[in-house]
């Protein structure tokens, strides 16, 4: 799912798969935070996984963020 997730990010922020690697900071991509959260919103789609405002907490690289989208999902939580 490595590369997969890679791939997909690249296509969702519109950039080269090459321009950037997992210790690319998210900053220095030049996404703003409202096109970030489109680009959250989409990959979680493609990906079928969700994730909470706080899995984001210390995200800080490429490699981060693609880690989040990468652990295993939690079983929901009983009602």
Same mark, same amino acid.
Do not use: K
């Given at each position: ?24 900071? !998210?900053?220095?991509? *030049? ?5 970030? #959260?489109?680009? &959250?919103? +989409?990959?979680? =789609?493609?990906?079928?996984?969700? !994730?909470?405002?706080? *899995? ?5 690289? #490429?490699?981060? &963020?693609? +880690?989040?989208? =990468? ?9």
């Amino acid at each position: 799912m490595a590369s997969d997730f890679m791939s997909r990010f690249a296509a969702a922020i519109g950039r080269p798969r090459d321009s950037f690697d997992a210790a690319t900071s !998210i900053r220095d991509l *030049d996404v703003d935070s409202f096109a970030l #959260v489109d680009v &959250l919103v +989409r990959l979680q =789609e493609e990906l079928g996984v969700r !994730i909470f405002q706080e *899995d984001l907490a210390g995200v800080e690289t #490429v490699g981060d &963020l693609q +880690r989040v989208f =990468e652990r295993p999902t939690p079983p929901p939580h009983p009602s």
